[in-house]
């Protein structure tokens, strides 16, 4: 087949290794980290931007290298098949299935996961104006605070947007045998280390996005959703769902 791929940078090297041994033909298009950051409807609209721009003659379906990620994928529809990974995030995409992620989640709850793909382009949702963090006030000095609302109101929200990290115990650097990077593993060692929270090395798969571009597409792990129907967000463990387009 003939595919195209719309994808976040964070998998960059895992999609370029996956692509360079599939059986398939796959044309790449990467996208910037962090659109999951700017909130549903834009993160969707961007997307659903580079779905229109593929040429439907030219394919035999349109792949995403994305999950759910905050429902950004909601509502996307295109003319030819289109293939979503069942997916929250990317980090089900590295660990290799959604069950894997589940059950780490399950046991470790506080996990902040680092990968190549992260550390290499980690640019702070803080950095950008148009993320839901910063509209929230979240990228604010106590100095920005003060002058704008107040020394009482500045510690007050100091405590409830400032401190992101108080919700994590642990870092996770999940190592997907891809190059030799040890530096990035000691590079998160060192982070964990700092913050005092745990670390542990994991073993990432790059099974979930072999698969992907293999079209091996079993309806376990994958949504193929035919012309006439849009992406929705399921509660169940199918993560994704399909409905008729509006």
Known sequence: MHLKLIACEILFREICFCAARCRNIVDITFLEKGLHDIGECKMSAKLQAEIDKVDAGAYDAIVLGYGLCNNGIRGLHAEIP???????????????????????????????????????????????????????????????????????????????LGDWTRHYDRLAYIDMHIGDF?????????????????????????????????????????????????????????????????
């Open 82 to 160: 289109l293939v979503v990974p069942r997916a929250h995030d990317c980090i089900t995409l590295l660990l290799g299935s959604k069950e894997r992620y589940q059950a780490y989640f399950n046991a470790h709850p506080g996990t902040y996961f680092a990968s190549t793909g992260w550390l290499e382009r980690d640019k702070p949702s803080m950095d950008n104006e148009a993320s839901t963090t910063s509209q929230l006030g979240m990228n604010k000095t106590y100095e920005d605070y003060v002058a704008e609302y107040g020394e009482e109101n500045a510690q007050y929200f100091m405590e409830v």
């Open 182 to 246: 040890e530096h990035y593993a000691a590079e998160t060692k060192q982070r964990a280390k700092e913050r005092g929270w745990e670390f542990e090395r994991i073993d990432g798969s790059t099974d979930l996005l072999m698969r992907l571009l293999d079209g091996e597409w079993n309806e376990e792990d994958f949504l193929v959703l035919e012309p006439g129907r849009r992406v929705i967000a399921t509660t169940d463990e199918h993560v994704i769902g399909a409905a008729p387009a509006e």
